[in-house]
């Protein structure tokens, strides 16, 4: 399986060893099977005298007894322990125990291992508004009542999110009429939770619902109400009461687990656990589990999760600030579906009465336009077999053959290496959008298609006017109706109405062209020419809305229950395409040099930059998109300081968000 890590046997004390396998075949089978460390054996100098005399008799070969050695030192090496053998207990407090790296593992591992093993009702995701009154009823294998001062989390966090939550909690003691109320609350609910607190333990000889509970439970089904049982320990509890409608399994009560089940039902985190063993009397088998996708990127209201230290990261934006790399900016972080970072630093401009950036704040976002606008609706088209990559451009738009462009592929767009040139400054010498893109039909090439890599407008720009062609719609208006509105996005767009004003974030104080603050209008000369709406730049979005767009991609097309792409195109667009360039198509690859992303994202990422400050990253390996809105380019474009900045930035995030 490629696993080389320690490999480690459960308690060999445990009865079904003991009363099965005598001590020397015990470990035999243990240490042939690959484990490494044997914990618990009855008797330990018995252990190691019957592991002598095996490898004596050759039933062990002791080659598995140096490797397993080697492998234990290698690891008390990696953990210091060779140059600190004693364990300092205020440290291990400090640093360990409370450690947001180990919390954070803790919530990751909780939330892979909730497992949806029947839903046939479609009660999951649920949605609290459709319920006005939910209840409650904890089913627990404790004997002493619950005192009022007595929090669950689950319940906590239950009330949290819904309307009205009434609880009740049953112990093994509680009588009929304890059974009673809490049947006539689940009579007027309109939603019926049922959390076990169960656990399966040594030597009991059951691992069943008490009868009690079991009668109870079918009791509540016969009310044909949307009921959802909650295993929080002991996963065989369906064999009782398999007539549920949903069973979800989260295989143990901490608490990171009882927030976990709360979220999966609530529909903010993918569904993913399998069953690890089969559930008798049902058809539930080991690796059973029903995989269901969040409803999308989840916003929690923290600014910054607790289980992550942004703290150098929030010193290198205010930095950022303080040494004019920029005046204002929004950084985003997300991970596996959730913001973990959101916040905003500094003003509209460096005036102490500025504006204050919001995350409400839009930015120019110049060439992520490319990416988040052209190139998504371009998939869109590919995906509906309207758009073929090695069709030649003409075949679309006939005009564009002249001067020697006839070989150019839709590829070729997207690769930057058309041959055409990288801009033209048409604003010095053209005053119309038709003009422009007459002017562009027109140019020559610097070089042949395929023969070298240019980044070019000029290419985005003619893909913006294929797609046009194609779907019979200006791009504005297709982005809009297959994507931006579909998703409830209203802060991502192309000429910013009068409304928005107030939140666009100036970029530049133009004094070659315009002579005024460019605010509330595209920075680019060329997109302002083509009226605001153009392939290469032209958007104008937050940072939340971008980040919308980015978890469809990580999610590999999808977002809630529809799907926006195929997974194969995702995948093949969003990954590096030859070695002349770190393209992939429409989008940018890392690179191992020199990368805007730094040194530490895997090589395995995409992403973007935009002249007026803007970058997106997104690192596959991690499940990690990385929002950074800034507008470097005021009060000049010739402010460049940001080119530093954003390596070291994502660096630092990368610190922020590995475990070690």
Same mark, same amino acid.
């Given at each position: 399986?490629?696993?080389?890590?320690?490999?480690?046997?459960?308690?060999?004390?445990?009865?079904?060893?003991?009363?099965?396998?005598?001590?020397?075949?015990?470990?035999?089978?243990?240490?042939?099977?690959?484990?490494?460390?044997?914990?618990?054996?009855?008797?330990?100098?018995e252990?190691?005298?019957?592991?002598?005399?095996?490898?004596?008799?050759?039933?062990?070969?002791?080659?598995?007894?140096?490797?397993?050695?080697?492998?234990?030192?290698?690891?008390?090496?990696?953990?210091?322990?060779?140059?600190?053998?004693?364990?300092?207990?205020?440290k291990?407090?400090?640093? =360990?125990i409370?450690?947001?790296?180990?919390?954070?593992?803790?919530?990751?591992?909780?939330?892979?291992?909730?497992?949806?093993?029947?839903?046939?009702k479609?009660?999951?995701?649920? *949605?609290?508004?459709?319920?006005?009154?939910?209840?409650?009823?904890?089913?627990?294998?404790?004997?002493?009542?619950?005192?009022?001062?007595?929090?669950?989390?689950?319940?906590?966090?239950?009330?949290?999110?819904?309307?009205?939550?009434?609880?009740?909690?049953?112990?093994?003691?509680?009588?009929?009429?304890?059974?009673?109320?809490?049947?006539?609350?689940?009579?007027?609910?309109?939603?019926i939770?049922?959390?076990?607190?169960?656990?399966?333990?040594s030597?009991?000889?059951?691992?069943?619902?008490?009868?009690?509970?079991?009668?109870?439970?079918?009791?509540?089904?016969?009310?044909?109400?949307?009921?959802?049982?909650?295993s929080?320990?002991?996963?065989?509890?369906?064999?009782?009461?398999?007539?549920?409608?949903?069973?979800?399994?989260?295989y143990?009560?901490?608490?990171?687990?009882?927030?976990a089940?709360?979220?999966?039902?609530?529909?903010?985190? *993918?569904?993913?656990?399998?069953?690890p063993?089969?559930?008798?009397?049902?058809?539930?088998?080991?690796?059973?589990?029903?995989?269901?996708?969040?409803?999308?990127?989840?916003?929690?209201?923290?600014?910054?999760?607790?289980?992550?230290?942004?703290?150098?990261?929030?010193?290198?934006?205010?930095?950022?600030?303080?040494?004019?790399?920029?005046?204002?900016?929004?950084?985003?972080?997300?991970?596996?579906?959730?913001v973990?970072?959101?916040?905003?630093?500094?003003?509209?401009?460096?005036?102490?009465?500025?504006v204050?950036?919001?995350?409400?704040?839009?930015?120019?976002?110049?060439?992520?336009?490319?990416?988040?606008?052209?190139t998504?609706?371009?998939?869109?088209?590919?995906?509906?077999?309207?758009?073929?990559?090695?069709e030649?451009?003409?075949?679309?738009?006939?005009?564009?053959?002249?001067?020697?462009?006839?070989?150019?592929?839709?590829?070729?767009?997207?690769?930057?290496?058309?041959?055409?040139?990288?801009?033209?400054?048409?604003?010095?010498?053209?005053?119309?959008?038709?003009?422009?893109?007459?002017?562009?039909?027109?140019?020559?090439?610097?070089?042949a298609?395929?023969e070298?890599?240019?980044?070019?407008?000029?290419?985005?720009?003619?893909?913006?006017?294929?797609?046009?062609?194609?779907?019979?719609?200006?791009?504005?208006?297709f982005?809009?109706?297959?994507?931006?509105?579909?998703?409830?996005?209203?802060?991502?767009?192309?000429?910013?109405?009068?409304?928005?004003?107030?939140?666009?974030?100036?970029?530049?104080?133009?004094?070659?062209?315009?002579?005024?603050?460019?605010?509330?209008?595209?920075?680019?000369?060329?997109?302002?020419?083509? *009226?605001?709406?153009?392939?290469?730049?032209?958007?104008?979005?937050t940072?939340?809305?971008?980040?919308?767009?980015?978890?469809?991609?990580?999610?590999?097309?999808?977002?809630?229950?529809?799907?926006?792409?195929?997974?194969?195109? =995702?995948?093949?667009?969003?990954?590096?395409?030859?070695?002349?360039?770190?393209?992939?198509?429409?989008?940018?690859?890392?690179s191992?040099?020199?990368?805007?992303?730094?040194?530490?994202?895997?090589?395995?990422?995409?992403?973007?930059?935009?002249?007026?400050?803007?970058?997106?990253?997104?690192?596959?390996?991690?499940?990690?998109?990385?929002?950074?809105?800034?507008?470097?380019?005021?009060?000049?474009?010739?402010?460049?300081?940001?080119?530093?900045?954003?390596?070291?930035l994502?660096?630092?995030?990368?610190?922020?968000?590995?475990?070690?």
């Open positions: 399986m490629g696993f080389d890590g320690l490999v480690v046997t459960d308690a060999m004390n445990m009865l079904a060893v003991v009363d099965n396998f005598s001590t020397y075949d015990a470990m035999k089978l243990a240490v042939n099977a690959g484990n490494d460390i044997i914990i618990y054996p009855p008797n330990v100098e252990a190691i005298n019957v592991l002598d005399s095996a490898v004596t008799n050759n039933d062990i070969d002791e080659e598995l007894i140096n490797v397993s050695v080697k492998k234990i030192l290698a690891a008390k090496r990696w953990l210091g322990l060779d140059k600190e053998k004693f364990i300092d207990t205020t291990v407090k400090q640093e =360990v409370n450690n947001v790296n180990h919390r954070r593992l803790a919530v990751e591992v909780a939330e892979k291992s909730i497992t949806l093993v029947k839903d046939d479609n009660l999951i995701p649920v *949605n609290p508004a459709d319920y006005y009154k939910t209840s409650c009823i904890f089913l627990t294998d404790r004997t002493i009542p619950y005192q009022p001062e007595e929090k669950i989390l689950f319940d906590e966090y239950l009330k949290e999110n819904f309307n009205y939550v009434k609880t009740h909690k049953l112990v093994l003691t509680s009588g009929e009429i304890d059974f009673d109320n809490a049947f006539a609350d689940a009579k007027t609910s309109n939603l939770l049922l959390p076990v607190f169960l656990n399966i333990k030597f009991e000889g059951n691992i069943l619902l008490d009868s009690t509970y079991v009668e109870f439970v079918n009791k509540i089904l016969k009310l044909n109400k949307p009921t959802i049982l909650i929080f320990g002991n996963p065989y509890i369906l064999s009782d009461v398999p007539e549920v409608p949903s069973y979800i399994c989260a143990g009560k901490v608490n990171v687990s009882q927030k089940v709360v979220d999966a039902m609530l529909g903010r985190i *993918n569904i993913s656990g399998r069953l063993i089969s559930i008798p009397n049902t058809k539930y088998i080991y690796k059973s589990g029903l995989l269901k996708n969040s409803n999308g990127l989840y916003f929690p209201k923290e600014k910054a999760d607790s289980n992550y230290n942004f703290g150098f990261v929030d010193s290198l934006m205010n930095k950022g600030i303080a040494e004019s790399a920029f005046p204002g900016a929004v950084l985003l972080v997300a991970q596996r579906g959730k973990v970072y959101h916040k905003p630093f500094g003003k509209h401009t460096y005036d102490n009465n500025a204050e950036i919001s995350e409400e704040s839009m930015f120019d976002i110049a060439s992520l336009t490319k990416v988040l606008g052209t998504s609706a371009a998939m869109f088209l590919y995906d509906e077999g309207k758009l073929k990559l090695d030649y451009v003409k075949t679309y738009l006939s005009e564009f053959a002249a001067n020697g462009k006839e070989k150019v592929t839709i590829r070729n767009l997207l690769l930057h290496n058309s041959g055409l040139p990288a801009f033209n400054p048409f604003y010095k010498y053209l005053s119309k959008a038709d003009d422009v893109v007459d002017d562009i039909m027109n140019t020559k090439l610097n070089s298609p395929g070298k890599y240019v980044y070019s407008d000029l290419g985005i720009i003619t893909l913006q006017k294929i797609i046009e062609k194609i779907s019979g719609k200006t791009l504005d208006e982005l809009k109706e297959k994507l931006f509105v579909p998703l409830k996005l209203w802060h991502i767009m192309f000429n910013p109405p009068l409304e928005y004003q107030y939140y666009c974030v100036p970029t530049e104080f133009d004094k070659e062209w315009r002579h005024s603050l460019v605010k509330g209008k595209v920075h680019d000369e060329t997109s302002y020419l083509l *009226n605001g709406v153009a392939g290469h730049a032209g958007l104008f979005s940072a939340a809305d971008a980040a919308v767009i980015m978890q469809i991609l990580m999610n590999k097309g999808s977002y809630g229950e529809k799907q926006f792409f195929k997974s194969t195109t =995702v995948e093949e667009w969003t990954k590096v395409q030859n070695e002349q360039s770190t393209r992939g198509l429409g989008w940018d690859t890392k191992e040099e020199n990368s805007s992303a730094g040194k530490k994202f895997s090589l395995n990422s995409f992403g973007h930059t935009g002249f007026t400050g803007t970058s997106i990253w997104a690192d596959k390996d991690r499940d990690l998109v990385v929002i950074l809105f800034t507008n470097r380019v005021y009060p000049t474009r010739d402010n460049k300081k940001i080119i530093k900045f954003r390596p070291i994502h660096d630092a995030i990368i610190d922020a968000v590995d475990y070690f």
